[in-house]
Structure formats: C-alpha cells, structure tokens
C-alpha cells in the first residue's frame, strides 16, 4: 500500500498545494460511502492518549484545548469560517486526489470477531482564500457546521479531533436552531504541516512512508489494537531494514539503518501489531477487486498535476457538509 499511496504524495509535491490530509472512520457506511466519523467510545479513547503522550512529551499541544469554530457552506463552493474570537476567513476547498485504504487489526482477537474496520482516505485538496467575495459570488447557504475541535502535533503532522454538529440550513436566522437540533458525530483527522518540513527537499516516498505510519498508529488506537514492541537487537537485521525503511523518526539520516522512536513512548523498538492495510480505491488507477488476505497491484505513476473537477460539497448526515 506504500507504493499506492506515493503517487498521491509526490503530484502534491510537485504542484505548489500540499495539503495532505487523513480522514478516519470506522465500520461499514450505507451504499458503500466513507463512514461518518468513529464513535464516542473510539473517539475518547484516541484523545485520552494523546492527552497522555503530550504530557509525557511526546506530543505537542495546539491552541491549548479544545477550539470552537462554525463552518457556513455556500453553493458556490466557498466556505465561510468564524471562530470563537470573532475572525471571519473565506476559502475555497477543491479535491484533487485521494487514495481509499481499509484497516483491520492484526490481533488473534480480531480473527474470532466482527469487529468493524478503519476506512482512511488519504487526500490531496487545494485551499484559495477569498477575500471579500460579493452576494452572487457567495451564492446561498446550504448548511452549517458547528465544530469543537483540539488539535496535536508531532513533528511535520498534525492530529485534529473534532465534535461536529452538522444540519442543511438555507437561512442564516435558522442557524443555531440546526445547530442544536443536530446529532453530534466525531471525526478524527490527520494533516501535514508544511511550515514544519522543507518540501522542496524531502522526498515523496519519505513523506509517503511517514503519513502511512502514523495512519497505521491512529488505526490500531481506533481499532483498540495496541502495539506490541520488540526491541531491534531481537529482531533481524532484514526486517529492521524492511520496517525502518525511509522513516523520519530514525536516528541518523533517511536512507535506513538507524533506530526507529516510537510516535507515543519515544522508545527506540520495532512495532509488531500494526492493522493490516489494504488498498480499497485510488483516482491514480482503476479499484482492485482484491479480497482481504490478496495481494493489492502497485498504483500506475501518477501525472505531474491532478486534472480531477471541483467536487459539489455534499451532505453526509449528522457528520455535516463537505466534500466526500
């Protein structure tokens, strides 16, 4: 799946827009959609050790607590922030690529259950920031979204967990009456930071191997799959290679060899119990029809700029509006 993903990290690179993005959710959603968001009991979980690893130092906190927002979603595409300070900042959000994978966790556990699986769609969009657009430029409101969100980071990523309360509303005079009215669901989501990397020089397949990783790490904690951890001196030195290979937690330079410091603990070990990744769909080639436990085809290379069409923001139920 390392190899699916790559084309996706490289054209994004290569164009002046890198914003890459995870989106999670867990189980099956209804006509084969992305799950909308995880449950409350995931949700909690994954913040509780978050919470715990920034106090022990390995995580960085942003905004410090949790950061109240609202989303105002126009037909025309644009969206409309406001935040609790009062700041106002219109964009325009555009997919361009994005890659499906499914997880399932590796545990024996696993295998006697029907434990639900973690979707992850790894995406490639372009954000334009609108100054002050006019009524016809705006178009008519569709739908808000209320959000609650607390936010970490751990070097070049970025992990934000959010409560949202999303509702359809074409009146802005009705909109906190959709607010309260609509069912909060909870949505996990992982981005980079390019202020915290040079992009320029750092190659795709180091980016690519890092967000997999970390993709991996967010899965098992969903999934309540803990890893388990081996030393490296107790593991060959062909699967330390394997593992470690461009990873930017190891000591030393990114061409392998070195030791690989675990996101959470900071121990230098070679995590076993990573969930099973599985390739589900990619706008880079056509979607395999592999069955869990088969080998998944490579992706085709990507081209140098994606040339997918803007994407109509969509309604997806009690997780709100947005691009699917």
């Known amino acids: 799946v390392w190899n699916d993903l790559t084309p996706l990290v490289a054209s994004a690179m290569q164009s002046g827009e890198t914003e890459l993005e995870v989106r999670f959710g867990l189980g099956e959603a209804p006509g084969g959609g992305f799950p909308n968001g995880v449950p409350e009991a995931s949700f909690q979980r994954l913040c509780s050790v978050l919470q715990r690893s920034c106090e022990e130092g390995h995580l960085t906190p942003i905004s410090g607590g949790w950061q109240t927002t609202r989303d105002l979603c126009y037909t025309s595409q644009l969206r409309v922030t406001l935040d609790q300070r009062g700041n106002r900042e219109i964009?325009?959000?555009?997919?361009?690529?994005?890659?499906?994978?499914?997880?399932?966790?590796?545990t024996p556990a696993a295998a006697t259950t029907n434990e639900p699986p973690c979707r992850m769609r790894f995406s490639w969009k372009s954000e334009q920031k609108v100054a002050s657009p006019s009524e016809e430029e705006l178009g008519l409101l569709e739908g808000v979204r209320h959000k609650q969100r607390m936010s970490f980071a751990y070097k070049m990523w970025r992990f934000d967990l959010s409560i949202i309360r999303g509702a359809p509303c074409n009146d802005e005079r009705w909109i906190d009456d959709a607010v309260a009215s609509a069912e909060a669901s909870y949505e996990v989501e992982m981005e980079l930071i390019p202020s915290a990397c040079t992009i320029s020089d750092t190659p795709s397949q180091y980016l690519a191997h890092s967000m997999l990783l970390k993709a991996q790490d967010i899965c098992g904690i969903l999934l309540n799959s803990p890893l388990e951890y081996s030393t490296l001196r107790s593991v060959p030195k062909i699967a330390q290679r394997s593992f470690l290979g461009m990873h930017e937690e190891e000591d030393g330079d990114k061409s392998g060899g070195g030791r690989r410091r675990d996101l959470w603990g900071g121990a230098s070990a070679v995590a076993r119990g990573r969930p099973e990744l599985l390739l589900l769909s990619?706008?880079?080639?056509?979607?395999?029809?592999?069955?869990?436990?088969?080998?998944?085809?490579?992706?085709?290379?990507?081209?140098?700029?994606a040339q997918n069409s803007p994407t109509r923001g969509v309604w997806r139920g009690g997780g709100g509006w947005g691009p699917g």
């Open 282 to 305: 990619s706008t880079f080639a056509p979607p395999p029809h592999q069955m869990r436990g088969q080998a998944v085809a490579p992706a085709t290379s990507p081209a140098v700029h």
């Open 91 to 106: 964009v325009r959000k555009r997919l361009l690529q994005r890659v499906d994978m499914t997880g399932y966790s590796s």
